[in-house]
């Protein structure tokens, strides 16, 4: 096992971090914060969700969650696991990119490499 996937297994499991990429609160939220790959921070209101996509392109997944105004692209692994609950109840409260000195680590999570934040297309 690698030094990064011990060190967040044993910081789990004292309770001290929960997921790199994403977080959820245990009952429907608001709103949904997005930090894209450049740096930009969004807030999006849950109640303006029309529906996500997610498809396997490779070894890699990609999931798209789009709102009335703008689709949220993300590219990374594990990422039909956000579908279960965070997503469909509404309990994701952030989503971030993994920072590149990272995305090389095998971890059994959602694992997002990079977020874009795109007008809808008309």
């Known amino acids: ?14 309770g001290l ?11 429907a939220t608001a709103t ?10 969004w807030v ?11 498809q396997a392109e490779g070894q890699l997944e990609r999931l798209v969650l789009t709102f009335a105004s703008n689709d949220i692209i993300l590219c990374g692994t ?5 579908l279960e609950k965070p997503i469909t109840e509404q309990r994701l409260t952030m989503l971030r990119p993994v920072p590149k000195k990272y995305q090389g680590a095998e971890v059994n999570e ?3 490499m990079e977020i874009l934040v795109r007008p809808v297309a008309d």
């Open 32 to 41: 949904l914060r997005i930090e894209t790959s450049s740096a930009e921070i």
């Open 78 to 82: 594990h990422l039909a696991e956000l």
């Open 17 to 27: 971090i929960g997921p790199l990429c994403y977080s959820e609160h245990w009952q």
């Open 1 to 14: 096992m690698n030094r990064l996937k011990e060190a967040v297994e044993a910081r789990k499991a004292e």
């Open 44 to 54: 999006f209101p849950w109640h303006q969700f029309v529906h996500s996509r997610h």
């Open 110 to 112: 959602p694992f997002v």
